[in-house]
């Protein structure tokens, strides 16, 4: 007689069947499985120490983000200046915390009121951020 546990495997091995897997690498997988326990969490953490890797080796290259120049920005005019009229659309804090090792390096800002949209603000950050 088959236990539930055995019946959910089958159920499983079934659905993945389905969608296109072999049966026999499923079959091979969950066999190996149950030989060594340990590669069910050793998998995982492999996967996770390979992005760690590969986002540190990343980090280092310019990789801006989207938005990362107007939101350094918008922090940095907030520590320096006391404006928070750039990006107004996100609250201060994160930014702030995100500027403020910049402080130290003291660059130059505009601090002069900004009245522009969403694409000057764009541009005069990214003219900032990369000069």
């Known amino acids: 007689m088959a236990t539930v546990a055995e019946g959910q495997d089958a159920a499983v091995v079934n659905a993945l069947v ?49 938005d990362e120049a107007t939101h350094l920005y918008s922090g940095y005019r907030g520590l ?6 750039v990006g107004p659309e996100h609250p201060p804090l994160a930014k702030i915390v995100a500027a403020a090792p910049l402080v130290a390096l003291n660059f130059k800002v505009d601090c002069s009121p900004f009245a522009g949209d969403n694409l000057q603000q764009a541009t005069t950050a990214l003219n900032w951020f990369y000069s």
Request: glycine share 10%; charged share 20%; hydrophobic share 45%.
């Open 18 to 66: 389905c969608e296109g897997l072999p049966g026999s690498v499923l079959v091979s997988v969950r066999s190996a499985l149950k030989k060594n326990p340990r590669l069910e969490w050793r998998i995982p953490a492999t996967l996770c120490a390979a992005m760690l890797v590969e986002l540190l080796l990343a980090g280092g290259q310019l990789s801006q983000t989207a």
């Open 80 to 85: 320096k200046c006391g404006d928070l009229t």
